[in-house]
């Protein structure tokens, strides 16, 4: 085997938790001479197709980032259009996503947004909280460092002090400490970074960059990105057993 050929590949094996950034929707729409609008709205049919795909493959959790805490940058028009398109989203898809048996988290800065999107949010997720196919995490107002602070914050809140503070204690602050870490973090849309998405989380995560639009990322495009984790050597930052046996003998 040459030194870069791919190490395994189990077929069986599939990742518990993928998270997700969907980027490529103002490209999608302006290639089609459309609005911005039009791109982010078919990348919210595109997550409920890929939701689909996830649940049938047996993944337990996902998270898509829908807006970043810097996504306030962005022109009014299009900021209020992605407001009103996660609203509309929740009424058109809450009962379809409640059928598929997916249960709804919201994880980000709830103080930002009006009461009305809150409202929508809380009852999203308690009217999902008993379905237990996949947990989908919706990252809005959301953003790596300042879930790393909010957790801080917290745990200082609830009187931990310095000794007690360790990774496991402040994951458990963490806006998804109900969930594991990823195990694929996919990225859409032709760039290589990870824009402030799950920091904390994604230490240990697989990364697989896509250069499809997020609203042409389907079925195909999960599975390659499956394949892919397959062929990934997941070592934690030990090393394998059998490696770890000949370094000893040496
Ligand atoms: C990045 O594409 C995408 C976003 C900032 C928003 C993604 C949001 C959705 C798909 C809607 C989610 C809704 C729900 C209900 C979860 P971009 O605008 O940066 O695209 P570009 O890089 O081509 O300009």
Redesign the pocket.
């Given at each position: 085997m040459s030194s870069c050929a791919p190490v395994s590949s189990e077929t069986s094996i599939v990742p518990r938790h993928v998270a997700i950034?969907?980027?490529?929707?103002?490209?999608?729409?302006?290639k089609r001479f459309l609005p911005?609008f039009f791109?982010?709205?078919a990348?919210?049919d595109?997550?409920v197709k890929v939701v689909q795909a996830c649940i049938d493959r047996k993944i337990e959790y996902v998270t898509?980032?829908?807006?970043?805490s810097e996504?306030w940058k962005?022109p009014s028009d299009?900021v209020s259009g992605?407001m009103g398109?996660?609203l509309a989203?929740?009424s058109r898809?809450l009962a379809r996503m409640g059928s598929m048996g997916v249960r709804i988290r919201i994880v980000g800065d709830r103080d930002a947004v009006s009461d009305k999107l809150r409202a929508a949010w809380n009852e999203a997720e308690t009217a999902t909280q008993h379905n237990t196919k996949l947990t989908?995490s919706?990252a809005?107002n959301y953003g790596g460092r300042w879930d790393v602070v909010q957790a801080c914050k917290q745990a200082m809140r609830a009187g931990v002090s310095p000794d007690q503070l360790d990774e496991a204690k402040l994951s458990q602050f963490m806006a998804m400490s109900y969930a594991p870490d990823p195990d694929l973090f996919i990225r859409t849309?032709g760039?290589v970074r990870i824009s402030n998405f799950l920091l904390w989380q994604v230490a240990y995560s697989e990364f697989v960059f896509s250069d499809c639009?997020?609203p042409e990322f389907g079925e195909t495009q999960l599975d390659a990105a499956i394949q892919e984790f397959r062929l990934r050597d997941r070592r934690f930052g030990g090393v394998k057993t059998a490696d770890a046996v000949a370094a000893l003998g040496a």
């Open positions: 950034v969907m980027d490529g929707n103002g490209r999608w729409a302006k911005r791109g982010h709205k990348g919210v595109s997550l898509v980032f829908a807006f970043s996504n962005r299009e992605l398109l996660v989203a929740v898809y989908l919706v809005f849309g760039e639009l997020w």
